[in-house]
Structures are given as structure tokens and as C-alpha cells.
């Protein structure tokens, strides 16, 4: 039970029957007990203590975004959660922009996976394209981001054969073109 000896903030009784009181500098995610302690003629007396915990204030912390299996169009991507913040994470996946420091109004993959590892593939990308990503999660505190990490996509390669006849040739029926783009 806190008592005059505990940390203590002085108020003036005589501003009505209603004390109301703020605290500076407590710990996030501590419990803490509080109570009224009032002197008559020298005396100490007590009320029943409150019990209060303050609220996690901590973002969640991520660590390095791993990027392999990069084509021309794809990307795997794997990171995991470092630190929740003291809170259930409600979110998590990856953000991805052509410009550093995506955010979630860029574009982003949502993982479904529980537990602090997570991975996703990126499609649709474009080829010969830098893109910047970074891992995200969500919790009742807000959004921790990891720090900017950066890939770029491989160029075309296409192989195509055709015979001549198909291209619009005549007389060279056995006659093939190859082309490859790289």
C-alpha cells in the first residue's frame, strides 16, 4: 500500500471535494497502485488503494527485410518481428514503392502467417525496376516499419522461333529465325 513515504503529489484540499491528478514519468505497461492520504491534526488517514496499468505505448521493431528468388516480374521477401511493442500484433507483410520509405499507402502485401517470421511473393513487378520495400506490423500502438531495403528486378529474356513462312516469308519454309532479348 503507497503511503507519505511513497512518491506523492501535494494537493490543496481546498478546491472542492473532487481531486483529480495527473502523473508524469511512469513506466509503459507497469501496474501501479494509488490511494488518498489526507492528515487531520497531525494525523494520516487513508482511502482503499486503486489499482491501475498505464498502456503499452511502444511500437512494434523489425528486423532486416530478406530479399531472394528475384526474376523479371517477382520477389520473395522474408523479415520478422523483433519486438511487438508489449501488444498483440493485429498486422504485418511488407510495403513496396519505386521511391524509398514505402509506407502503407504504397503498395502492400499482407501476411497471413502467425508467429514473428513472415515471408510473402511479390508479382506484377515490373522488369529492370528498382524498388524499395520495407516490413511493417501493426499494433493498438501503431505501425513500426523496418528500415528501407532495395532490389531490382532482372530484364526480359525471351527466346521466340518462328519459321519464315509464319513471319510472312515465302520459299523458305525451312528456314528459322531466333531472337533473344535480354
Same mark, same amino acid.
Given at each position: 500500500?503507497?503511503?507519505?513515504?511513497?512518491?506523492?503529489?501535494?494537493?490543496?484540499?481546498?478546491?472542492?471535494?473532487?481531486?483529480?491528478?495527473?502523473?508524469?514519468?511512469? #513506466?509503459? +505497461?507497469?501496474?501501479?497502485?494509488?490511494? %488518498?492520504?489526507?492528515?487531520?491534526?497531525?494525523?494520516? =488517514? &487513508? /482511502?482503499? !488503494?486503486?489499482?491501475?496499468?498505464?498502456?503499452?505505448?511502444?511500437?512494434?521493431?523489425?528486423?532486416?527485410?530478406?530479399?531472394?528468388?528475384?526474376?523479371?516480374?517477382?520477389?520473395?521477401?522474408?523479415?520478422?518481428?523483433?519486438?511487438?511493442?508489449?501488444?498483440?500484433?493485429?498486422?504485418?507483410?511488407?510495403?513496396?514503392?519505386?521511391?524509398?520509405?514505402?509506407?502503407?499507402?504504397?503498395?502492400?502485401?499482407?501476411?497471413? #502467417?502467425? +508467429?514473428?517470421?513472415?515471408?510473402?511473393? %511479390?508479382?506484377?513487378?515490373?522488369?529492370?525496376?528498382? =524498388? &524499395? /520495400?520495407? !516490413?511493417?506490423?501493426?499494433?493498438?500502438?501503431?505501425?513500426?516499419?523496418?528500415?528501407?531495403?532495395?532490389?531490382?528486378?532482372?530484364?526480359?529474356?525471351?527466346?521466340?522461333?518462328?519459321?519464315?513462312?509464319?513471319?510472312?516469308?515465302?520459299?523458305?519454309?525451312?528456314?528459322?529465325?531466333?531472337?533473344?532479348?535480354?
Amino acid at each position: 500500500n503507497p503511503d507519505i513515504n511513497n512518491n506523492y503529489i501535494y494537493m490543496d484540499a481546498s478546491l472542492g471535494n473532487i481531486i483529480t491528478s495527473s502523473y508524469d514519468g511512469l #513506466s509503459v +505497461g507497469t501496474k501501479y497502485y494509488a490511494r %488518498v492520504a489526507y492528515k487531520i491534526d497531525g494525523e494520516y =488517514y &487513508y /482511502t482503499s !488503494s486503486q489499482e491501475f496499468v498505464t498502456a503499452s505505448a511502444n511500437i512494434p521493431s523489425l528486423s532486416i527485410v530478406k530479399i531472394d528468388q528475384i526474376t523479371s516480374n517477382e520477389a520473395r521477401l522474408s523479415s520478422s518481428i523483433s519486438d511487438d511493442g508489449g501488444a498483440e500484433i493485429s498486422q504485418k507483410g511488407f510495403c513496396i514503392s519505386t521511391s524509398q520509405d514505402p509506407d502503407l499507402d504504397d503498395i502492400v502485401i499482407t501476411s497471413s #502467417s502467425s +508467429g514473428i517470421s513472415f515471408e510473402s511473393n %511479390v508479382s506484377e513487378l515490373n522488369f529492370e525496376t528498382k =524498388y &524499395y /520495400t520495407r !516490413s511493417y506490423a501493426i499494433n493498438q500502438s501503431g505501425v513500426g516499419y523496418s528500415q528501407n531495403y532495395d532490389f531490382t528486378t532482372a530484364g526480359l529474356s525471351l527466346v521466340a522461333t518462328n519459321r519464315c513462312d509464319q513471319l510472312g516469308g515465302s520459299g523458305l519454309s525451312d528456314f528459322e529465325a531466333k531472337c533473344q532479348y535480354w
